[in-house]
């Protein structure tokens, strides 16, 4: 039987050298994601420690950067004031232990990875990690042998440009998203709850729930970066109770800065 998951890349982080893993899942069995549908995911992990220890320490800076949903280390092993909606201790973590377990096989070789995985689907770059801790051959090679794609980075502003063509840029306020666009970028805007006002060049992301969930992002595709759809999009900040908790705690930043 097919193995649901593979190793597609090893090798240190380009944000700060730390070693990572990058594992690709959903590829026997397709995602239940009622947002993105039935995606290959990809998961960009510390290789040297668990997910829920890495945010806890902030370490997971290797993997997010300087992304402003991690969360500061206000005492030692807890980060607090987090806004990232991915829930660690779910899906990273159990990728994590299953890799470790040895239920993920590496594939030596991208294109020999992409035979292997049978990538003729869409698939999520950076499920949980930003894709510019990777190098950007990785997604260049994984998006040629996959259907369509959709993928977002917070590091913008210093990453490899050529993750411009597959990445969306994250912002989290009008200012970010006009300098991004400024930079050729086309912008993927969180903002805060109940704020319906879009840029010129925005759209509602058609999968969020004030759109009405019309479609799954692996029926839209519209965040596959520069080289797809002209416009942009935005959403309003979604989690579980205790991200939007600590999104209404903090309702300037960083979902909610106002040009000036």
Known sequence: MKANGAVLWRGASLIDGAPLVVIAVGLASASSNRKTGGMVQTYILRAD?????????LQ???ICGDCKHRGNLSSPGQARGRTCYVNIGQGPLGVWRAWKRGRYADLHGLTDA????????????????????????????LVHGASGHTGYTHQWRRCDPALRSLC???????????????KGWRTFRVAFPGDLARLPVEAICPASSEA?????????LACNGASGRRG??????????????????HPVTPYFARPS
Not at 168 to 176: G, I, K, L, P, R
Not at 212 to 220: A, P
């Open 212 to 220: 009405g969930k019309k479609l799954t992002c692996d029926r839209c």
């Open 60 to 62: 997971d800076v290797s």
């Open 49 to 57: 420690m668990d997910p829920v220890a890495a945010v806890r320490t």
């Open 114 to 141: 992409i035979v292997a995985c049978g990538l003729l689907r869409n698939v999520r770059l950076g499920t949980y990690g930003d894709p510019a801790a990777v190098p950007v051959e990785v997604w260049q090679a």
């Open 232 to 249: 942009s999009i935005v959403i309003q900040a979604h989690g579980g109770a205790a991200v939007m908790a600590a999104v209404r705690r």
């Open 168 to 182: 969306m840029a994250s912002v989290d306020s009008e200012n970010e998203a006009l300098v991004a666009r400024l």
